[in-house]
């Protein structure tokens, strides 16, 4: 590895019916407990341009309505005085979004944590800042890939 890379190995274990992933960078363990799925409400999802120094609850529905343009699927937005420019996304067809709580946080990087299953989506709204979200984003691409990799890895018909 380089100077500065991370190596992170991704463990999947079966305990009865609930498996844990478990996720280590470096020493430290992530262990997503996926038998909360089953239970996990479905969630409105926006994926904003900032950091929010907030991870309680919000009434987005209330306060952070979108106008959309000309039949088109282009939404626009103020937030916090700043415009944004938003556009619906999908997860990729058998796929679901994980919004993720952590259950007890550690007291530093170096200790495991777990984290549960709090909602999940099948669509989200992802935000930029002035222009519209397109083809060239990362998030956009992110959602591409799996359709992408099932070709690359397809069998060649001769």
């Not at 479905?42 to 959309?68: D, K, W």
């Not at 709580?101 to 909602?119: A, H, M």
């Amino acid at each position: 590895m380089k100077n500065g890379e991370q190596q992170i190995t991704i463990l999947i274990e079966s305990q009865k019916k609930n498996i844990v992933l478990k996720m280590s960078c470096n020493s430290s363990v992530i262990r997503l407990c996926t038998s909360s799925v089953g239970q996990a409400p479905q969630a409105p999802v926006h994926l904003m341009p900032c950091e929010i120094e907030h991870n309680g609850p919000a009434q987005v529905n209330q306060y952070f309505t979108a106008t959309t343009k000309d039949q088109k699927q282009d939404k626009s937005v103020s937030f916090r005085g700043r415009g944004l420019k938003g556009q619906e996304i999908s997860c990729p067809q058998g796929y679901t979004g994980l919004v993720l709580k952590e259950i007890n946080k550690p007291g530093s990087d170096q200790e495991d944590r777990t984290v549960k299953v709090s909602s999940v989506f099948d669509k989200m709204t992802y935000w930029n800042l002035e222009t519209s979200p397109n083809s060239d984003d990362t998030i956009v691409m992110a959602m591409d890939w799996p359709d992408l990799a099932e070709a690359i890895h397809a069998p060649v018909d001769d």
